[in-house]
């Protein structure tokens, strides 16, 4: 039987999927990250499948979202999504010293996903923790500065004004360098790491993901298969049911107590 629990760490209210059996036991966790203008709810089912398996699986709501909205409009929300992906980074510390103290933390077992923007927050996280064993993003992007000045110039291509001035966008950007994968690749440590990615994709651009995929392969030379890269070439901004099990066998076979 799977447990799903309701809980909150320090403001951070998440959802806890595990095995009645394992529910005091030392398991590997996966902590789940959802998307923009999504909620923890919605990725129940990628939760269930990997409980399944014997994970622990943790769904936090990202600052603005699900229970922690403050009734933003999606422009609104926008308007602050990397305060909410830098957040959340920040927010994996938290949780993952709340399961450790509790002595629930295996040893080299902690996994870390998300959708989209889940995704985007699993590769900035990449480069802050050392202690994540495998990862996987669905749609996700590590180039942090390049993708969020591409925001930018949407914004005004769109004839909105910016609502920061050069110096907030100069020390913004510059603050997402430190997060930014792409710019210290050498953090991965030839740590286990899957993409999915849709080719038709308009919202997380499918070839900054790729051509980061591509510039890491010689990272990765002596240990292929820690590296996988799944395109779907109908795919737009939605994970196919592929993708979601793909996700389950990548930590069954790279995230283990």
Same mark, same amino acid.
């Given at each position: 039987m799977i447990l799903v629990d309701k809980s909150t760490i320090?403001?951070?209210p998440f959802l806890h999927l595990v095995k009645e059996e394992y529910i005091d036991k030392q398991v590997p966790v996966c902590f789940f990250i959802h998307g923009f203008t999504s909620a923890k709810e919605h990725n129940l #089912?990628?939760?269930?499948y990997l409980a399944e398996k014997g994970f622990r699986v943790i769904l936090p709501?990202? %600052?603005?979202?699900?229970?922690r909205s403050t009734g933003k409009s999606e422009h609104q929300l926008g308007q602050v999504f990397w305060k909410i992906v830098l957040n959340t980074i920040h927010e994996l510390s938290i949780m993952k010293s709340h399961f450790e103290e509790k002595g629930l933390l295996a040893r080299n077992g902690v996994g870390v996903a998300g959708t989209s923007m889940g995704g985007i927050v699993t590769l900035g996280a990449l480069t802050q923790y050392d202690w994540i064993s495998s990862a996987v993003s669905l749609?996700? !992007?590590?180039?942090? $500065?390049?993708?969020a000045q591409a925001q930018l110039s949407q914004v005004e291509s769109l004839g909105y004004e910016l609502?920061?001035?050069e110096e907030e966008i100069e020390n913004m950007l510059s603050e997402l360098a430190h997060y930014d994968l792409s710019l210290q690749p050498e953090k991965l440590s030839g740590r286990p790491l899957m993409f999915w990615h849709g080719k038709r994709d308009k919202v997380v651009?499918? !070839? &900054?993901? #790729?051509?980061f995929y591509q510039s890491i392969l010689p990272y990765y030379e002596s240990q292929e298969d820690n590296l996988l890269f799944i395109e779907d070439d109908k795919a737009d901004h939605k994970v196919t049911r592929e993708g979601v %099990?793909? &996700? $389950?066998e990548w930590?069954?076979? #790279? %995230?283990?107590?």
């Open positions: 320090q403001n951070i #089912h990628y939760a269930y709501d990202c %600052l603005e979202h699900g229970e749609m996700g !992007n590590p180039t942090y $500065v390049k993708f609502p920061f001035s651009p499918f !070839n &900054l993901t #790729h051509e %099990l793909k &996700l $389950v930590f069954e076979k #790279h %995230l283990s107590a």
